[in-house]
């Protein structure tokens, strides 16, 4: 009781602090009515918080984490809501949670949650042995669909029959860290359909199948990647084997299966989930979903300034229906094999509803002052955006640095409905959005959870920072190189 006391104490005390604070800058700049340039930078501190509370209570206290999680993150949305609600008043707290949680946060999830559904009623059955080989193989599929079914549909494919696969071996992690890395980032750049920001540069001029100018640095860090991967992969397969462990602990007595795929009618429905997104993103050039002269899009008023779009409505709408379809027509059995449960879902849905509110200041303020950052030329575009694309939702920070790209005005290059954009800063900004999403675990929406999926699985996970780690040890040098041959 007294701890809980004591923690009330800080948190009032911690929320006067904040608000006097704030209402001291809102009167300096006297633009209440823009966000970022009426917040503080440290008014970004939740979010922060939010950061280190993912990255810290799981490693210290991870049974305490584990049944506290969404007392954690209401704690940091109220750090935040309570004395941005008592300066801006409730008006403008109602819009930005509106905002945040309809516009954003439930599309996204959504989204996810049908992916994820649908990804769970298909399974490859017979003896797949994950030697070094087969598991460079595995990846190199799940990058190459990446880009034709989204990062996170191709994640959701290919995650468990890498985790079954490999389901004899001791070392795994690398894999899983290695699987993130390429099926759940860097493979998604070749198309708009690949990752949300290229979907977004696609919204506003940017023609289909320009992005497969990526392709060069796609194929270079693919490679890469997959040559590293089958070098450490290799290294512990010797060693496992020497040791003595073999497939066969793992498996039934008998010759080999062969490969086959049960499910496979889930491929309708996974259909239907990217054909909601292509729609979402098509459906505004027309008259019944948007006014073609001012661009305000026609939907549902939820409040002053919050209008649910009716095509955002019909995505989510073909989503949910394609994975309530997708658990009436799939066997039991196959999601009883598949290991499928909802606990991944669920920690995901908990953690982003916080990360999404906690930082609206962040995003605010980028959109604020994304055109005052003195970034110019190709290699600051591509460390920029990816810096942060690593911990903010990559798709609003491509669109604020390819509108500060617009605004350069730049004499040759790309013609956008931002302006017109040089190819290579362009090609920053892209690659930086999706490639470094990968650096953290929050980067883009697949990492947390495939690291769900595979924690459930019996699989060691690096933590937030120990992950951190590993994309410090084999993506920034990957990166430099990127920023070498490219971007000089």
């Not at 949910?320 to 920690?347: G, H, P, Q, Y």
Request: charged content about 10%; hydrophobic content about 55%; proline content about 5%.
């Amino acid at each position: 009781m007294k701890k809980q006391k004591r923690l009330r104490t800080m948190l009032l005390a911690y929320i006067l602090v904040l608000c006097s604070n704030i209402v001291v800058f809102a009167n300096e700049t006297g633009e209440q009515h823009n966000l970022g340039e009426s917040l503080p930078i440290w008014s970004v501190l939740p979010f922060v918080g939010m950061l280190l509370s993912i990255a810290v209570f799981p490693l210290v206290k991870p049974e305490w984490w584990e049944h506290h999680m969404l007392k954690v993150v209401i704690f940091w949305s109220l750090v935040f809501l309570v004395p941005f609600g008592v300066v801006f008043g409730s008006e403008m707290l109602i819009f930005n949670i509106l905002e945040i949680v309809l516009l954003d946060y439930l599309p996204f999830i959504i989204l996810l949650f049908g992916l994820f559904v649908v990804a769970g009623g298909i399974i490859l059955r017979g003896t797949l042995i994950g030697t070094p080989k087969v598991n460079i193989v595995l990846l190199l599929i799940g990058t190459i669909l990446a880009s034709w079914v989204g990062t996170t549909g191709a994640s959701m494919l290919l995650i468990r029959p890498v985790i079954r696969a490999n389901q004899w071996r001791e070392k795994k992690t690398h894999i899983i860290v290695f699987f993130i890395f390429l099926v759940s980032n860097i493979g998604g750049c070749l198309t708009p359909v690949g990752d949300p920001p290229l979907f977004l540069g696609f919204l506003r001029g940017i023609p289909f199948f320009w992005t497969l100018k990526l392709a060069p640095m796609f194929l270079l860090n693919t490679v890469i990647l997959l040559t590293v991967l089958y070098f450490i992969d290799h290294y512990y397969y010797k060693k496992e084997l020497a040791s003595g462990k073999s497939p066969r602990d793992v498996m039934d007595d008998g010759p080999k299966k062969p490969l086959r795929v049960e499910g496979l009618h889930n491929l309708i429905f996974m259909g239907m989930i990217i054909g909601a997104v292509i729609l979402n993103g098509v459906l505004p050039n027309f008259a019944a979903f948007a006014d073609q002269v001012t661009g305000e899009i026609h939907g549902v008023h939820i409040f002053e300034g919050v209008v649910v779009g009716y095509n955002s409505i019909l995505q989510m709408v073909m989503i949910l229906t394609a994975a309530l379809l997708s658990m009436k027509t799939t066997k039991k059995i196959i999601r009883s094999d598949n290991c499928f449960t909802w606990v991944s879902i669920k920690e995901v849905a908990t953690l982003f509803i916080g990360i999404f509110i906690t930082m609206i200041p962040a995003l605010a303020l980028l959109k604020a002052n994304g055109s005052s950052l003195g970034v110019t030329n190709p290699l600051e575009f591509f460390w920029a955006t990816g810096a942060l694309s690593s911990f903010l939702d990559n798709a609003p920070t491509y669109l604020v640095f390819l509108t500060t790209a617009g605004s350069l005005g730049m004499a040759k290059g790309l013609a956008t409905a931002v302006g017109t954009v040089s190819v290579k800063v362009l090609m920053a900004i892209s690659a930086g959005a999706v490639f470094m999403g990968a650096n953290t675990y929050i980067g883009n929406a697949p990492n947390f959870m495939v690291r769900s999926i595979a924690e459930e699985n019996k699989i060691v996970m690096p933590s937030f920072f120990g992950y951190m780690l590993w994309s410090l040890c084999f993506l920034i040098p990957l990166f430099l190189i990127d920023t070498l041959i490219f971007f000089r």
